[in-house]
């Protein structure tokens, strides 16, 4: 089992939409989360973090995170397509310096 | 305010050859990173460096070395370069405390004939 699993895509979505980031994880020490965004070409960038169970919101970006279930996920409402991009999952473990990244989900948003 | 730098941005190198990648921070984080992204794919970890004087392997440490020269520097080194190598490499760091936040490079695009 991979530390950090997260559905690869493409996920397509209609301008607008909300899309669904998923993210489990298997460390159940873990007690931070984190979500970066990643254009083409370019170096990631924090979006989201959250460290509590529940969700938490910032502008168009809510993550939500159940620490039983061990899954954290990303909801993006009103899509746009500047949203077109790669999501990594990233919590942080027991061993708090040891940062894994999932694999990425690709997002685009289609016109 | 640089933040992290890496050099080279890219380097083409031919089966066999060694390399040093370099990563500098001028943030006084604790922590440093390397990472590896292959096309289409997540990050990978490669080595990590929790603090100064100390280094750890990652998920894909195998046929890369790691030196935290100070504070500032964690280096990179391809003893013998493979074309399974060819990757786009990331240093990044972290406070290691409060601000959760990864500052990342740029980026070294690296091939390997």
């Known amino acids: 089992q991979k530390e950090v699993e997260q559905n690869s895509g493409p996920l397509s979505v209609p301008e607008g939409a909300i899309a669904s980031l998923n993210c489990t994880y298997s460390d159940r020490g873990s007690q931070s989360f984190f979500w970066y965004r990643q254009y083409s070409g370019k170096s990631p960038e924090l979006i989201m973090s959250?460290?509590?169970?529940g969700d938490k919101e910032d502008g168009r970006f809510t993550a939500q995170l159940n620490k039983a279930s061990q899954y954290v996920s990303l909801l993006i409402r009103d899509s746009q397509p500047s949203d077109s991009a790669t999501y990594l999952c990233?919590?942080?473990?027991?061993?708090?310096?040891?940062?894994?990244f999932g694999s990425g989900t690709r997002l685009s948003i289609r016109p | 305010n640089a933040g992290v730098t890496q050099t080279p941005k890219f380097q083409v190198l031919k089966t066999g050859q060694s390399m040093t990648l370099q990563c500098a921070q001028d943030m006084n984080h604790n922590s440093m990173y390397w990472y590896r992204q292959d096309p289409g794919m997540g990050l990978r970890l490669i080595y990590y460096s929790a603090s100064e004087g100390t280094t750890d392997k990652g998920e894909v440490p195998n046929g890369y070395n790691v030196s935290r020269l100070n504070k500032r520097e964690f280096s990179l080194r391809l003893e013998s370069a493979a074309p399974s190598q060819t990757s786009v490499y990331f240093c990044?760091?972290?406070?290691?405390?409060?601000?959760?936040?990864?500052?990342f490079g740029s980026g070294t695009q690296l091939s390997v004939l």
């Open positions: 990233a919590p942080r473990g027991s061993s708090a310096s040891k940062i894994i």
């Open positions: 990044a760091s972290w406070k290691g405390q409060g601000d959760e936040k990864l500052f």
């Open positions: 959250i460290y509590s169970n």
